[in-house]
């Protein structure tokens, strides 16, 4: 490489060091949220353009497909509006019962957020178009409609939230098995998660639901976070550990839930 | 005009193009079946023709404004695709000479490929840095979106050196 190309690399290998061992830094945080909020307006319009753009190919494509499942729809709604007037019912009877013992109500307050962006060919993190002046704050939980863990809220600008998912390498869920009540940790892989850390002499089984047990004082308890896979047990380690498969695709959804408090 | 305001309304063009790529980038190429990385096109066209110093910086400048929507690779995108540049530049001074569509081929290939591989060193590095795992170098290698990215980059950068020789021809 030429002189003036090797004086380049140099000092941008170093702004590239400096950026990674002192992200933390306050000025440099400062530049990111500035840069944040240059890109956002550019996020914004392509994620519109985009979801625009996906929806009305993929309804073009599959054009078969809702016909068949609107009729399918039709059919299963009549038999929802049956369910719809007993669930009413119990709900009324549920109601009367918990006040009759001195049961709280669980109530969860969340946020309805879109995703406007994504990494590269991965789903360790993603930005939402909900930020600080929409209450949300670091270490939030963001889940999916079906009440399935997503991940944690990161870094919080103005306007706009960074997610890590529960992907990441460095998200860590204290979590138990629904049925069998196993303990464990769950650890993400990067592309994938581990049920980590149970007990050598308890062996969950392949298909049960593991939720989180709120355990950590970090994840809320009782969210579903997805079903063992394999159970992976060796007379050299310590403990068991099992593969987990997700219940939700994280490159599929284009909304989220965020839980402003419990 | 002087030559200041030109460069000066020039830098600010760029500035302004090199955001709404990296925009284009976060929100809509990502999030769809396309898979593209426009940064690593960008600097494999510009080592192609040879603007190294240009190479370099807009590989890191891209790497630093898509790192953005990330958060464990910030910082460590612009990095990648820095030293990216520098392996190619390199690579294309002592193995290949002109952008022939023999190149591109192999250009592509060895861009995409070290894009990934790097990715997973410094991402496992930091990772291990931090918390004392190593990632699988499968879930970076092991997909279909690797083959998709490799074809989608070589149809790219042919159609912009085709596009740029019929330019060059009128």
């Known amino acids: ?30 530049f990111k949220h500035y840069l944040n909020e240059i890109l956002r307006p550019f996020e914004v319009v392509f994620s519109k353009a985009g979801n625009w753009l996906f929806f009305w190919q993929s309804a073009v494509f599959n054009i078969k497909n809702i016909k068949e499942s609107n009729s399918r729809l039709i ?25 009759k013992m001195g049961l709280a109500q669980k109530n969860i307050n969340t946020c309805l957020a879109n995703v406007i962006g994504r990494d590269f060919q991965n789903n360790r993190s993603f930005l939402i178009n909900k930020g600080a002046k929409d209450g949300i704050a670091v270490n939030m939980i963001v889940i999916s409609k079906d009440n399935i863990i997503v991940g944690r809220i990161v870094d919080a600008s103005y306007n706009t939230s960074k997610v890590r998912t529960i992907l990441d390498t460095q998200s860590r869920i204290a979590a138990i098995t629904a049925t069998s009540k196993i303990s464990g940790l769950i650890r993400g892989l990067g592309s994938d998660i581990i049920f980590d850390l149970i007990v050598k002499d308890k062996q969950p089984e392949i298909g049960e639901m593991v939720v989180s047990s709120g355990t950590d004082g970090i994840w809320p308890r009782g969210f579903i976070i997805g079903k063992i896979k394999d159970v992976k047990s060796q007379d050299n380690q310590i403990f068991n550990t099992a593969d987990i498969e997700l219940l939700i695709g994280l490159q599929d959804f284009n909304s989220v839930f965020i839980i402003l408090n419990e | 005009m002087n030559d200041d305001y030109k460069k000066f309304l020039l830098l600010t063009g760029v500035v302004f193009l090199l955001i709404a790529l990296a925009g284009f980038q976060i929100s809509f190429v990502n999030l769809s079946f396309l898979n593209l990385n426009l940064f690593l096109i960008l600097v494999l066209y510009l080592v192609l023709v040879k603007n190294n110093s240009k190479a370099l910086i807009f590989a890191w400048l891209g790497g630093f404004l898509t790192g953005q929507s990330s958060f464990s690779n910030s910082g460590i995108n612009s990095l990648v695709l820095l030293i990216l540049a520098a392996v190619l530049i390199i690579f294309y001074k002592t193995a290949l000479l002109i952008p022939k569509t023999g190149n591109i081929f192999f250009i592509s290939i060895a861009g995409v490929a070290l894009y990934h591989f790097l990715n997973w060193l410094f991402v496992g590095f930091w990772t291990l840095f931090k918390t004392g795992a190593f990632e699988n170098l499968g879930s970076y290698f092991l997909n279909s979106g690797i083959l998709i990215e490799l074809a989608s980059t070589i149809l790219l950068l042919s159609i912009i050196f085709k596009f740029k020789t019929n330019i060059g021809n009128v």
């Open chain 1, 1 to 30: 490489m030429a002189k003036n190309n090797l004086i380049i690399f140099f000092v941008l290998l170093l702004l590239s060091l400096v950026i990674i061992f002192f992200g933390q830094n306050q000025i440099i945080l400062l």
């Open chain 1, 75 to 99: 059919s299963e709604n009549l038999d929802f509006y049956n369910k719809l007037a007993r669930l009413s019912q119990l709900e009324e009877e549920n109601s009367l019962l918990r006040e």
